[in-house]
């Protein structure tokens, strides 16, 4: 399996260089040249990871054998919590929710970033020299927690998470600054997730500081995130007997529902792939309007999805433009001088046939935590929550999906709010706030990013 760029369609990478590489050097994301196809019949009775050595083996060619693969993601899910590693909970008729809360950090992202920590050990561990390698990723919450637990302890990689200063709940905070390990930094940046964004590509494309180190992403524009992440949209439908299903996607950056239109390049059966974002609403205006607008990012209940720049959209503009990388470069060079864009409109029809959107008030996520807690006994954060209205709302005539994407407990305001009452902490969490916390609170500047980073590597 070979790699392009969704801004140079003529690279020909293989996996381990866009592994470790994560942006591509002309500013584009990684994509594979061609989807490989997977016959659901011979996924039927296997175990999740079965499946997903199935699902990811293909994009990996023969850089890594199978072996050791299946090696790689049976250590990757040790150490969730629920025998079927992503269990799929019926709540109403053709209507189930997809809980992915059950890793380490308690949301939807352990499920790749266990398995990216463990597959990067593989590489390292193989190679001929101890070079260090220098990992940075920007998060509006769930990310940065999820990677920092996947690299903790993790021997020649550092690892420089940067976040919104006081933009994101204090839990998901906490689960990142009270890891101490030496390897470990996080920097909380006096600016928007946008901004930590924005840091993070300009770093990559930082030929002084990539003389340094090598430099890796862990963020979904890193392409073995979403191929880890396709595997729950095939294990979900797995788990029912229909000849169909479709799926409801909280989404800010839209890794998670570009995922599932991977699902969808590899044969598996979704009828419908519904986006679902806060009041923020920049994926629901790409959709429904065809506008790519930077506005200012308002704070909600639901932290991730806080978003006015959703980077890996770039996939499916590269996608829609029939993977012309030419008009993907004047796209995105337009949109980043006049902060707007306006897409043609058979790129609109091309975006809508895939995905149906909405945007979620903030007022209306707390109402639907309520309703579900009190109609369901179903207790879900409030990012859960904005796919929640539309499951109740739809008619469904056939299996409907909405990703439950963490644990309501590191959300214990909002749902304070919602219900009256404290969601129960589990044990991962409970000890929390007694320990000890280690963090940089930087200006939004990415010199000063940088110099903090090439101080500690």
């Known amino acids: 399996m070979k790699y392009f ?3 140079n369609n003529q690279l020909r990478e293989t996996f381990k260089h866009i592994l470790f590489q994560g942006l591509s050097k002309d500013g584009g994301l990684f994509l594979p040249i061609k989807w490989p196809t997977i016959d659901i019949n011979t996924l039927r009775d296997k175990t999740y990871e079965e499946v997903a050595l199935h699902i990811i083996n293909p994009f990996l060619g023969d850089e890594i054998s199978e072996e050791n693969l299946y090696e790689i993601i049976h250590l990757t899910y ?7 590693i992503a269990p799929l909970v019926n709540i109403d008729e053709n209507k189930y929710i997809l809980e992915l809360f059950y890793g380490p950090t ?31 990723g920007a998060t509006s919450g769930d990310t940065g927690s ?12 550092s690892v420089f998470i940067l976040h919104p200063h006081n933009k994101i709940s204090e839990v998901q905070r906490r689960q990142m600054t009270t890891v101490l390990d030496k390897n470990i930094f996080n920097i909380a940046v006096e600016g928007s997730f946008d901004d930590c964004q924005k840091i993070v590509k300009d770093l990559f494309i930082d030929s002084d500081l990539q003389n340094k180190t090598s430099l890796t992403a862990i963020n979904s524009i890193n392409w073995a995130r979403l191929m880890a992440q396709t595997v729950y949209y095939f294990w979900a439908f797995l788990q029912l007997e ?9 989404s800010g950056n839209f890794g998670n529902i570009f995922s599932a239109h991977v699902a969808q390049h590899m044969g598996l059966p979704i009828k419908d792939l519904h986006v679902v974002t806060n009041q923020n609403d920049i994926l629901n205006q790409i959709i429904q309007l065809g506008q790519m607008k930077v506005n200012n990012v308002k ?11 959703s980077s890996n959209f770039e996939r499916q503009i590269f996608e829609s433009v029939q993977r012309d990388s030419e008009e993907v470069k004047k796209i995105m060079n337009e949109f980043k001088f006049n902060k707007k864009y306006t897409f043609e409109q058979k790129v609109l029809e091309n975006f809508k046939k895939i995905y149906n959107s909405t945007a979620v008030s903030n007022k209306k996520t707390l109402e639907i935590i309520k309703f579900f807690k009190d109609r369901y006994n179903y207790l879900a954060d409030p990012h859960t929550s904005t796919g929640l ?6 008619e469904a005539d ?5 990703l439950a994407c963490a644990h309501p407990s590191k959300f214990a305001d909002a749902i304070k709010k919602a219900t009256g009452e404290d969601p129960l902490i589990p044990k991962e969490i409970e000890n929390i706030f007694d320990k000890e916390e280690k963090m940089f609170i930087l200006p939004n500047n990415t010199e000063d990013i940088k110099s903090l980073i090439v101080k500690n590597i």
């Open 5 to 7: 760029s969704t801004r």
């Open 389 to 394: 209205s539309i499951l109740h709302n739809i």
């Open 299 to 309: 704070q909600t209940y639901s932290p991730s999805m806080d978003i006015q720049i």
């Open 78 to 84: 040790k150490k969730f919590t629920h025998s079927k």
């Open 242 to 250: 229909e000849d169909q299903v479709s799926f409801i996607v909280p």
């Open 106 to 136: 308690l949301s939807f992202k352990d499920y790749a970033l266990q398995f990216l920590g463990n597959l990067f050990s593989h590489f390292v561990k193989n190679q001929n020299n101890n070079k260090n390698i220098t990992i940075v």
């Open 146 to 157: 999820a990677a920092i637990d996947a690299f903790k302890c993790k021997e020649n990689i």
């Open 398 to 402: 056939h299996p409907y999906v909405s």
